[in-house]
């Protein structure tokens, strides 16, 4: 069964940044496109971003410009780097395929408040 590990969340003031990082306990991790996907308090879980196998990467516009999706393959881990965070940035992260078809993790939480 396919792990998923976040972490790196926290409390930080708006305009501040945050570095997620997700562990992916499986085999030929190189061959998914991933994602990072966000629940805001009382939403439905949307994906924020995403990354190919070739390191392409797609974001929803209300992150595009502030946030960078990356991956390192041979630690089998897909970060988030958060730039200019926004009180609207809160909420849950989870990583996973493009596909949402493992089991979800626990999530890191990250609240933007001053």
């Known amino acids: 069964q396919v792990q998923l590990a976040e972490s790196g969340g926290g409390l930080v003031q708006p305009g501040g940044s945050l570095r997620l990082s997700c562990a992916v306990s499986?085999?030929?991790?190189?061959?998914?496109?991933m994602a990072w996907y966000r629940q805001a308090p009382g939403e439905q879980r949307e994906l924020v971003a995403s990354?190919?196998?070739?390191?392409?990467?797609t974001y929803v516009d209300s992150v595009q410009g502030r946030f960078t999706i990356s991956r390192d393959n041979a630690k089998k881990t897909v970060y988030l780097q958060m730039n200019s965070l926004k009180p609207e940035d809160t909420g849950l992260y989870y990583c996973?395929?493009?596909?949402?078809?493992?089991?979800w993790g626990q999530g890191t939480q990250v609240t933007v408040s001053s």
């Open positions: 990354i190919t196998t070739g390191g392409g990467a």
């Open positions: 499986v085999n030929s991790f190189s061959f998914y496109a």
């Open positions: 996973n395929r493009v596909t949402a078809r493992w089991s």
